[in-house]
């Protein structure tokens, strides 16, 4: 028996225009309605995830950065996972080395060098603010996550595999989007995410489902005994789930809880 649902954001929970369709909310009110638990996880800082409070009812701690800072609904900070400077330093070149745009996110801030670089407008589209423009990443403290970014999606295919190899042991890098790499503290990451709900609310693994679309996700499908992948998800993704549901532009999260998670329930 589910007793809570993780969802990813992005490419799951809402659609490409990275809006909630009526049925997802409608979704998520019957599972409130069941009293099943509804949290959510994902790459965005927790300001890109507010939009979500009000129209899912949310309750539950939102898992920003990955799960490298948890806070509660009214964005009060329960968690804290940052990169440590000597870390922050080799991140920056090693991503720099494959000439990828560089992000950086900080507490409440999203710094870049260049506000033109690729998808910026669309991330500042999703997240609902602006970046801040600096001069220089040289003596940041408190880094959350470092972003790689490139519309060459085999190259930051091979900056994750790289940046895993050469500092596997002091962080966690994944591929949030194709053009996205995230690289957050080892234990900021979704599986980490999971377990930390399922301390909370003293739930074992096969009373937690999961659903998400990227490789990042399939870390919490690990960790819980219903996992559903989308069906824009990759085929890496979909075959280390134990569902596959529709596309996020075709209702799949709602057609997930419906059909995987309410069917049959009482």
């Given at each position: 028996?589910?007793?809570?649902?993780?969802?990813?954001?992005?490419?799951?929970?809402?659609?490409?225009?990275?809006?909630?369709?009526?049925?997802?909310?409608?979704?998520?009110?019957?599972?409130?309605?069941?009293?099943?638990?509804?949290?959510?996880?994902?790459?965005?800082?927790?300001?890109?995830?507010?939009?979500?409070?009000?129209?899912?009812?949310?309750?539950?701690?939102?898992?920003?950065?990955?799960?490298?800072?948890?806070?509660?609904?009214?964005?009060?900070?329960?968690?804290?996972?940052?990169?440590?400077?000597?870390?922050?330093?080799?991140?920056?070149?090693?991503?720099?080395?494959?000439?990828?745009?560089?992000?950086?996110?900080?507490?409440?801030?999203?710094?870049?060098?260049?506000?033109?670089?690729?998808?910026?407008?669309?991330?500042?589209?999703?997240?609902?603010?602006?970046?801040?423009?600096?001069?220089?990443?040289?003596?940041?403290?408190?880094?959350?996550?470092?972003?790689?970014?490139?519309?060459?999606?085999?190259?930051?295919?091979?900056?994750?595999?790289?940046?895993?190899?050469?500092?596997?042991?002091?962080?966690?890098?994944?591929?949030?989007?194709?053009?996205?790499l995230d690289v957050t503290h080892p234990e900021a990451n979704k599986g980490s995410v999971v377990q930390f709900l399922a301390a909370r609310y003293d739930l074992a693994p096969d009373e937690i489902a999961t659903i998400g679309d990227m490789p990042n996700d399939v870390l919490m499908f690990a960790h819980s005994g219903l996992s559903i992948a989308m069906g824009n998800a990759g085929d890496e993704v979909q075959k280390s789930a134990r569902r596959v549901t529709t596309s996020n532009d075709?209702?799949?999260?709602?057609?997930?809880?419906?059909?995987?998670?309410?069917?049959?329930?009482?």
């Amino acid at each position: 028996m589910i007793r809570l649902l993780l969802s990813d954001v992005d490419g799951t929970l809402v659609r490409s225009d990275k809006s909630l369709s009526e049925r997802a909310i409608e979704a998520v009110g019957r599972l409130h309605d069941a009293e099943i638990r509804f949290a959510v996880t994902s790459g965005r800082p927790p300001r890109g995830m507010e939009m979500l409070i009000v129209p899912l009812a949310l309750t539950t701690p939102l898992a920003a950065f990955n799960g490298g800072l948890i806070v509660e609904p009214t964005l009060e900070v329960v968690e804290e996972h940052t990169i440590p400077g000597d870390v922050v330093d080799r991140v920056l070149d090693l991503l720099a080395s494959f000439e990828l745009s560089i992000w950086v996110y900080r507490e409440s801030d999203w710094l870049v060098r260049d506000p033109d670089g690729p998808h910026v407008a669309r991330e500042a589209h999703t997240v609902g603010f602006e970046p801040t423009v600096a001069d220089s990443f040289d003596g940041l403290t408190h880094v959350a996550k470092i972003v790689g970014v490139s519309d060459d999606f085999e190259v930051v295919a091979t900056a994750a595999q790289a940046t895993r190899a050469a500092l596997g042991d002091h962080v966690s890098a994944s591929r949030s989007q194709p053009y996205y790499l995230d690289v957050t503290h080892p234990e900021a990451n979704k599986g980490s995410v999971v377990q930390f709900l399922a301390a909370r609310y003293d739930l074992a693994p096969d009373e937690i489902a999961t659903i998400g679309d990227m490789p990042n996700d399939v870390l919490m499908f690990a960790h819980s005994g219903l996992s559903i992948a989308m069906g824009n998800a990759g085929d890496e993704v979909q075959k280390s789930a134990r569902r596959v549901t529709t596309s996020n532009d075709d209702d799949g999260f709602a057609h997930a809880v419906e059909e995987f998670i309410l069917r049959g329930r009482s």
